[in-house]
């Protein structure tokens, strides 16, 4: 019952710090534009975060579930993971550079499932129908291919609305475009936002159930007295109090702000105006929305990223910094392959201490 309660804290740490960590995704350009204080860009990401986890639990399954065997599943697995991806995590926000919390926590999760099964690959979902809805799921499906896509989406569509909007307001005042999109960015920002907890916060939301259910069918609970039964997870299943707990969480770690990627995002990549961020925004919502109605847990980081990208190109290629996009490019590549090996590390310690 420990190492339940164990798991279930580093999953909520994780979220917590996935909260202050990702906030740059959705109020980086609302920011750096000015259209709204910092204050008030967190209070608003928070709110929206909070509502935009309790939507849906596709995502969640889908980590739960649809990447690894989740019978082959221990405790000491999940919490292996969870350290790798908390690691990552905390090492690219101190240093300020988005990386993916998303891929931090699924290139754990395969680490520490490679590690449990002593290194049988047949662990790992790459590419399979699902017999009930029909659609593919695994890893190729569900991640690889979206990691690759994602940001070219972002890009193109952060390209195409930073065109379209140039054109259609071209004749246009430049103070009366700031205002005017000025007070649109607070509509992107809330949707970025929102769009942000309904594909982050339910990747939490799977490990925690994902916990649960492997701490059911080991016989963790058995003897749990009666008002803790609604731990009991018999059959995967995202739970109600599980959701409320994830976005609560997110919300609060999305109000402790996240500046150090904060900057990097909005003032050191592109230097934007209001129509710049709404363009940038509501592109890469509108790919994040797509993705969690399809339960494929993309990385938010790398949408807005490469929008913002995208939005800059439209202005002029130079106008984009490159040297730092190249930065962030490699903390890109670098986080599954590293959050793989440091969960399988960890795993294997918690073998040799008799953990897990």
């Given at each position: 019952?420990?190492?339940?309660?164990?798991?279930?804290?580093?999953?909520?740490?994780f979220e917590y710090i996935n909260g202050f960590h990702d906030t740059a995704n959705s109020i980086a350009t609302v920011v750096s534009t000015r259209a709204l204080s910092p204050r008030a860009a967190i209070c608003l990401a928070a709110a929206c975060n909070l509502f935009g986890a309790?939507?849906g639990v596709a995502v969640a399954k889908t980590i739960g579930s649809g990447i690894v065997d989740a019978h082959s599943v221990t405790l000491g697995t999940i919490a292996a993971a969870l350290l790798g991806a908390i690691f990552w995590n905390l090492l690219t926000w101190y240093v300020?550079?988005?990386?993916?919390?998303?891929?931090?926590?699924?290139?754990?999760?395969?680490?520490?499932?490679?590690?449990?099964?002593?290194?049988?690959?047949?662990?790992?979902?790459?590419?399979?129908?699902?017999?009930?809805?029909?659609?593919?799921?695994?890893?190729?499906?569900?991640?690889?291919?979206?990691?690759?896509?994602?940001?070219?989406?972002?890009?193109?569509?952060?390209?195409?609305?930073?065109?379209?909007?140039?054109?259609?307001?071209?004749?246009?005042?430049?103070?009366?475009?700031?205002?005017?999109?000025?007070?649109?960015?607070?509509?992107?920002?809330?949707?970025?936002?929102?769009?942000?907890?309904?594909?982050?916060?339910?990747?939490?939301?799977?490990?925690?159930?994902?916990?649960?259910?492997?701490?059911?069918?080991?016989?963790?609970?058995?003897?749990?007295?009666?008002?803790?039964?609604?731990?009991?997870?018999?059959?995967?299943?995202?739970?109600?109090?599980?959701?409320?707990?994830?976005?609560?969480?997110?919300?609060?770690?999305?109000?402790?702000?996240?500046?150090?990627?904060?900057?990097?995002?909005?003032?050191?990549?592109?230097?934007?105006?209001?129509?710049?961020?709404?363009?940038?925004?509501?592109?890469?919502?509108?790919?994040?929305?797509?993705?969690?109605?399809?339960?494929?847990?993309?990385?938010?980081?790398?949408?807005?990223?490469?929008?913002?990208?995208?939005?800059?190109?439209?202005?002029?290629?130079?106008?984009?910094?490159?040297?730092?996009?190249?930065?962030?490019?490699?903390?890109?590549?670098?986080?599954?392959?590293?959050?793989?090996?440091?969960?399988?590390?960890?795993?294997?310690?918690?073998?040799?201490?008799?953990?897990?």
């Open positions: 019952m420990t190492v339940v309660l164990f798991v279930i804290l580093a999953a909520l740490v309790l939507i300020g550079l988005p990386s993916s919390s998303s891929h931090a926590l699924i290139g754990g999760l395969c680490g520490a499932a490679l590690a449990t099964a002593r290194g049988d690959w047949g662990v790992l979902k790459w590419d399979i129908l699902n017999p009930v809805t029909g659609h593919a799921e695994g890893l190729w499906p569900k991640v690889i291919l979206p990691m690759l896509l994602s940001p070219a989406a972002g890009f193109i569509l952060g390209f195409i609305m930073m065109m379209a909007i140039l054109v259609l307001c071209q004749k246009m005042r430049p103070s009366l475009a700031n205002r005017i999109f000025g007070k649109g960015q607070w509509v992107s920002a809330a949707y970025m936002a929102l769009s942000h907890g309904m594909n982050d916060a339910q990747k939490t939301m799977g490990i925690i159930a994902l916990a649960l259910f492997t701490a059911t069918s080991g016989g963790v609970f058995e003897q749990l007295p009666r008002w803790l039964h609604f731990l009991r997870t018999p059959a995967f299943d995202v739970a109600l109090w599980v959701k409320i707990t994830c976005a609560l969480t997110m919300a609060a770690g999305t109000a402790a702000g996240g500046w150090r990627i904060i900057r990097t995002l909005g003032h050191k990549m592109v230097k934007m105006q209001p129509v710049h961020g709404f363009a940038a925004e509501t592109a890469s919502a509108t790919i994040i929305q797509i993705a969690s109605h399809w339960g494929i847990p993309v990385s938010t980081t790398h949408v807005i990223s490469s929008s913002i990208m995208g939005m800059g190109c439209a202005k002029r290629f130079r106008s984009v910094k490159w040297g730092v996009v190249e930065q962030m490019v490699w903390a890109w590549i670098f986080t599954l392959p590293v959050c793989g090996v440091f969960s399988y590390c960890m795993y294997r310690l918690f073998g040799w201490l008799g953990i897990g």
